[in-house]
Nanobody
Framework: QVQLAESGGGLVQVGGSLRLSCVASTSTYPFSHYIMGWFRQAPGKEREFVGS????????DFADSLKGRFAISRDNIRNTAYLQLNNLKPEDTAVYYC?????????????????WGQGTQVTVSS
């Protein structure tokens, strides 16, 4: 079992930055066992993939539209994954979710992630 808790969301102006955190509590396997992913869901829209990171942070993958503005990292000592949001735009307004999956490959597919946090709201004002 893995429990995930996101934090760091809030209200930010266009062009601003935020860093989201996702703290994991694991029971069976260590945090480093899991691929970590970030997804977001805007009002009235489907959930979409943001990015993912492999077990040691050596590999990342992003949605094509977000490459260059967002970054993912992880700290396996602190059981925490991070999503750095830069140069934010109004269309980045959404609830951001972190997710954990036991697979050994990076993926965009939400259904491959077994564990999800409750989400943190990011609102970008113009």
């Amino acid at each position: 079992q893995v429990q995930l808790a996101e934090s760091g969301g809030g209200l930010v102006q266009v062009g601003g930055s935020l860093r989201l955190s996702c703290v994991a509590s694991t029971s069976t396997y260590p945090f480093s066992h899991y691929i970590m992913g970030w997804f977001r869901q805007a009002p009235g829209k489907e959930r979409e993939f943001v990015g993912s990171i492999n077990w040691n942070g050596g590999g990342t993958d992003f949605a094509d539209s977000l490459k260059g503005r967002f970054a993912i990292s992880r700290d396996n000592i602190r059981n925490t994954a991070y999503l750095q949001l830069n140069n934010l735009k109004p269309e980045d307004t959404a609830v951001y979710y972190c997710a954990a999956g036991p697979m050994s490959w990076l993926t965009h597919a939400a259904e491959e992630f077994e564990y999800w946090g409750q989400g943190t709201q990011v609102t970008v004002s113009s």
